[in-house]
């Protein structure tokens, strides 16, 4: 009776999980801790050098599938078990992807600087990954990058990000309240922004931002007054739908070989109200602030 090889297979997984010894019973599951969540390369293209060629990035991406994406034949499956010595050596050749409640993610990021024929310009580059435990709840993350790496400058900062965890259709886990760090270079001193919190809220979406202006305010017994005004004029961050970023694919149209730069937010201000008030001249001034946000066409 021919057996079929994918059944052969299970059935074998099945024995060496439950123990193929009454008297060392090892209840681990094989697939379990040889997980596999690896870098892989991702170019992208980011422009031209001061000499006008062309410059592309491996920035890295992390993919908790690294074996063969299509499904091995009866006969492929036969050959590849035939390269092992045994099914036990075979099942822990196998590198399975993350958990169900993980994510295959990066372990750290440095931020390289490339001149550019348009200036310098700031590369965020994965390093390693590694599989995280998948979080259920919009919280703000360790986030760790290396500025200025194999100089005596080398700073790592703890830069914060946002859970991946979903609420409502529409809504992503996004960074609501920031901070900065200062950073030491030879030339000057950098200021990193980092997160702080972060909430539930649509792909594009508006957050505080506070500025200050003196205000000249005349009382009824004629005094005049001059304080400090407090105005929120707000701000538009995240991104809308920009279409296929590929510019070098295979055959395959789930894979890409080179990714064109990240295409500027079309997330501007829908709404807004107007403050005015007197300067420290005497004059009328109208301060604009963002209500709202949306994706522009």
């Keep these: 009776m021919d057996v079929p090889w994918p059944f052969l297979l299970l059935l ?8 193929v010894s009454g008297k060392h019973t090892d209840h681990r599951n094989l697939f379990t801790q040889r997980v596999c969540c690896k870098r892989q390369s991702h170019f992208v ?3 031209q050098d001061i000499s ?6 491996d920035v890295g991406i992390c993919r908790s599938h690294c074996g063969a994406a299509s499904r091995p034949s009866h006969e492929a499956g036969q050959q590849e ?38 200036g310098p310009r700031e590369v965020e580059v994965i390093e390693e990954c590694h599989c995280e435990i998948k979080l259920t709840q919009c919280i703000r993350v360790p986030a760790l990058k290396t500025y200025y790496s194999e100089t005596p400058y080398e700073t790592v900062i703890d830069v914060g990000g946002c859970s991946r965890s979903k609420g409502s259709p529409g809504f992503s886990c996004v960074p609501t309240k920031f ?37 000249i305010v005349h009382h009824a017994d004629g005094v005049k007054e001059e304080r400090l005004k ?4 707000g701000r ?8 296929n970023r590929c510019l070098l694919s295979p055959t395959d149209p789930e894979m890409c070989h080179l990714w064109a730069e990240t295409q500027s937010s079309s997330c501007v201000p829908q709404g807004y109200e107007s403050h005015s008030f007197l300067n420290q001249h005497g004059q009328l001034r109208t ?7 949306f994706c522009k066409n």
Excluded: W
Excluded at 236 to 242: A, E, F, N, P, R
């Design 287 to 293: 301060v604009l602030s963002i209500t709202s946000c």
């Design 236 to 243: 538009c961050l995240g991104g809308c739908t920009t279409g």
């Design 230 to 233: 407090e105005i929120d004029v």
């Design 52 to 57: 006008g060629s062309p410059v592309s990035v």
């Design 81 to 118: 078990y035939s390269k092992h010595s045994s099914m036990l050596e075979f099942l822990r050749s196998k590198k399975p992807s993350c958990g169900m409640n993980q994510v295959c993610e990066p372990t750290g990021m440095r931020v390289d600087r490339v001149l550019l024929l348009q």
């Design 45 to 47: 293209y980011i422009g």
């Design 12 to 19: 074998c997984a099945l024995h060496l999980t439950t123990g």
């Design 179 to 215: 901070d900065s760090a200062l950073v030491e270079t030879p030339n000057k001193v950098d200021l990193i922004q980092t997160v702080v919190a972060c909430e539930l809220k649509e792909s594009c979406y508006r957050v505080p931002y506070v500025e200050y202006y003196y205000e």
